[in-house]
């Protein structure tokens, strides 16, 4: 995790793309994906998803999801929120950039991390998410998701929650 100031360099909805150009080493090369996500901290606790259905994995992760053309990466982090939790949301500055990849496939996801706040609403275990792909939402201590109680991605998300410093969360391979 580097400071953004630092930097010198600066899920999988884009399967169902056409075919993208192979590289020398012949892996299929696709466009990047874009999505935006919120660091939504209510009573010092962070909010976030479990978005794999059936229970799949026990990863967590920040509400957001994919932008949509045409759409300001504000309103499409509101709208995603809504979708996924029931919430809406007030979008702040930017806090983060984070990256992973598989290199198996081609896949490439650029995260943009966001400060939020809750404008209304309150987290509802009836709440079914119109997409069906968020299927638990909660709120977690900093003490939980740095004691290793909890698995979420990416590393870096207490550093950026409750630091006062922009990150940039280098490229990983994607897990699950």
């Given at each position: 995790?580097?400071?953004?100031?630092?930097?010198?360099?600066?899920?999988?909805?884009?399967?169902?793309?056409?075919?993208?150009?192979?590289?020398?080493?012949?892996?299929?090369?696709?466009?990047?994906?874009?999505?935006?996500?919120?660091?939504?901290?209510?009573?010092?606790?962070?909010?976030l998803?479990?978005?794999?259905?059936?229970?799949?994995?026990?990863?967590?992760?920040?509400p957001?999801?994919?932008?949509?053309?045409?759409?300001?990466?504000?309103?499409?982090?509101?709208?995603?929120?809504?979708?996924?939790?029931?919430?809406?949301?007030?979008?702040?500055?930017p806090?983060?950039?984070?990256?992973?990849?598989?290199?198996?496939?081609?896949?490439?996801?650029?995260?943009?991390?966001?400060?939020?706040?809750?404008?209304?609403?309150?987290?509802?275990?009836?709440?079914?998410d119109?997409?069906?792909?968020?299927?638990?939402?909660?709120?977690?201590?900093?003490?939980?998701?740095?004691?290793?109680?909890?698995?979420?991605?990416?590393?870096?998300?207490?550093?950026?929650?409750?630091?006062?410093?922009?990150?940039?969360?280098?490229?990983?391979?994607?897990?699950?």
């Amino acid at each position: 995790m580097t400071p953004l100031s630092q930097v010198a360099r600066g899920a999988a909805g884009d399967m169902d793309k056409p075919a993208a150009p192979r590289h020398a080493a012949g892996m299929i090369r696709r466009r990047h994906r874009i999505a935006a996500r919120a660091l939504i901290l209510h009573e010092d606790r962070l909010l976030l998803v479990n978005a794999y259905p059936d229970g799949r994995s026990d990863l967590w992760c920040a509400p957001g999801g994919g932008l949509e053309a045409g759409q300001s990466i504000p309103d499409n982090l509101m709208r995603e929120v809504m979708e996924e939790t029931g919430l809406s949301v007030a979008i702040h500055a930017p806090v983060m950039v984070n990256e992973f990849h598989d290199p198996a496939s081609g896949f490439h996801q650029i995260d943009l991390f966001f400060r939020a706040t809750i404008t209304g609403g309150a987290l509802d275990p009836r709440w079914i998410d119109p997409e069906g792909v968020v299927t638990d939402r909660r709120f977690f201590s900093r003490a939980e998701l740095e004691g290793g109680r909890v698995r979420f991605k990416p590393d870096s998300l207490p550093a950026a929650a409750w630091g006062d410093a922009p990150l940039y969360d280098p490229l990983e391979v994607i897990v699950t």
